[in-house]
Antibody, heavy 116, light 106 residues
Framework: QVQLRQSGAEVKKPGASVTVSCKAS????????IHWVRQAPGEGLEWMAW???????VFAQKFEGRVSVTTDASINTAYLDVSRLTSDDTAIYFC??????????WGQGTLVTVSS | IQMTQSPPSLSASVGDRVTITCRTS??????LAWYQQKPGKAPKLLLY???ALGSGVPSRFSGSGSGTDFTLTISSLQPEDSATYYC?????????FGQGTKLEIK
């Protein structure tokens, strides 16, 4: 069955960077794009970024220059890097699959806590 | 593209018909999806292309609309429908989500 298995929870200090990984299985990874979405505690969903198998990327304007997304097709894994963390980046980060132009399946989420 | 979802919350009884609306700041054809999220869980796809039912989604869920105005309807509310619902436009990237509607069962 389709799975998107994300890396475990992280605790980071302000100013640090974090990498979240997302390993896909149960479908052809190279036939899909990956979205990244985050959810701050008690808040709604916030779309962050998108990447496709060709390496094209799009970012929400607020994350431009501070967020990068990469994929390693050899191990069916996508990565989200967020730098210069602040307390406002405390959130659950989700990866999500896109096979038909929209998000159709989600990872379980990774909690990133930014605290001094 | 800005998304306006309403209401922010609602409370309804089992068997009720419930409608949630989503409005976009520009026309997006039918490039709209709806998701259901339960506490502590990842969202789940309900509908795409404004009205197409996702895999395994009960037929009491339906969607309509095109252009800038969309609705999600639950025809006969069930206890397990207690959740937060989000719309998402995918007309272009970046995509964006509505603010969410928290649905409570009375």
């Amino acid at each position: 069955q389709v799975q998107l298995r994300q890396s475990g929870a992280e605790v980071k200090k302000p100013g640090a960077s974090v990498t979240v990984s997302c390993k896909a299985s149960g479908y052809t990874f190279s036939d899909s794009s990956i979205h990244w979405v985050r959810q701050a505690p008690g808040e709604g969903l916030e779309w962050m970024a998108w990447s496709n198998p060709s390496g094209a990327t799009v970012f929400a304007q607020k994350f431009e220059g501070r967020v990068s997304v990469t994929t390693d097709a050899s191990i069916n894994t996508a990565y989200l890097d967020v730098s210069r963390l602040t307390s406002d980046d405390t959130a659950i980060y989700f990866c999500a699959r896109d096979t038909r132009g929209f998000i159709d399946f989600w990872g379980q989420g990774t909690l990133v806590t930014v605290s001094s | 593209i800005q998304m306006t979802q309403s209401p922010p919350s609602l409370s309804a009884s089992v068997g009720d018909r419930v409608t949630i609306t989503c409005r976009t700041s520009q026309a997006i054809s039918v490039s709209l999806a709806w998701y259901q999220q339960k506490p502590g869980k990842a969202p789940k796809l309900l509908l795409y292309a404004a009205s197409a039912l996702g895999s395994g989604v009960p037929s009491r869920f339906s969607g309509s609309g095109s252009g800038t105005d969309f609705t999600l309807t639950i025809s006969s509310l069930q206890p397990e429908d207690s959740a937060t619902y989000y719309c998402l436009h995918y007309y272009l990237t970046p995509n964006s989500f509505g603010q969410g509607t928290k649905l409570e069962i009375k």
